[in-house]
């Protein structure tokens, strides 16, 4: 309300607010590198970073959040939390969790990468990578004008 009444006060749109600070190619100078790992190795490295969350203490943040808040969690929690309360009340074995946790991620990975797909202008990099000869050429990057 208290927006709506200071951009009645100044007698511009939200439109032309928007227009006026919105994202233009022209008006950043960026250089956007992306990682595209193979598929395989890029679904190791999120198996092996759930497991590593589950066995860093996932379930003791669950514990205090049910504590705190009750059963069921609130909506909108980061990936794994509802599994990790329903490990901790007894009503999903771990392993189990671990895998849902892992599908879950995988697809957010998938969506990530689907948006920056649509990116103009983004370099997709393989991986392993150069990380010397992409030092430099960031380096030479930020020389140019």
Same mark, same amino acid.
């Given at each position: 309300? $208290?927006?709506?009444?200071?951009?009645?006060?100044?007698?511009?749109?939200?439109?032309?607010?928007?227009?006026?600070?919105?994202?233009?190619? +022209?008006?950043?100078?960026? /250089?956007?590198?992306? /990682?595209?790992?193979?598929?395989?190795?890029?679904?190791?490295? /999120? +198996?092996?970073?759930?497991?590593?969350?589950?066995?860093?203490?996932?379930?003791? %943040?669950?514990?205090?959040? $049910?504590?705190?808040?009750?059963?069921?969690?609130?909506?909108?929690?980061?990936?794994? =939390?509802? %599994?990790?309360?329903? $490990?901790?009340?007894?009503?999903?074995?771990?392993?189990?969790?671990?895998?849902?946790?892992? $599908?879950?991620?995988?697809? =957010?990975?998938?969506?990530?990468?689907?948006?920056?797909?649509? %990116?103009?202008?983004?370099?997709?990099?393989?991986?392993?990578? +150069?990380?010397?000869?992409?030092?430099?050429?960031?380096? %030479?990057?930020?020389?140019?004008?």
């Amino acid at each position: 309300m $208290v927006r709506a009444l200071e951009i009645a006060a100044g007698g511009r749109l939200p439109s032309e607010l928007h227009a006026e600070h919105a994202f233009r190619p +022209d008006r950043y100078r960026a /250089l956007l590198l992306a /990682l595209d790992p193979p598929r395989a190795a890029l679904h190791a490295r /999120l +198996d092996a970073r759930v497991a590593a969350i589950f066995r860093g203490g996932i379930l003791d %943040e669950a514990r205090a959040l $049910v504590a705190r808040f009750g059963s069921p969690l609130p909506e909108k929690l980061p990936i794994g =939390y509802a %599994e990790a309360a329903a $490990v901790v009340g007894g009503t999903l074995p771990l392993a189990e969790a671990i895998r849902r946790v892992q $599908v879950a991620h995988r697809r =957010y990975a998938r969506r990530q990468i689907i948006w920056l797909r649509r %990116e103009a202008g983004v370099e997709w990099l393989p991986v392993p990578t +150069d990380a010397a000869a992409l030092a430099r050429r960031v380096t %030479e990057w930020r020389r140019l004008p």
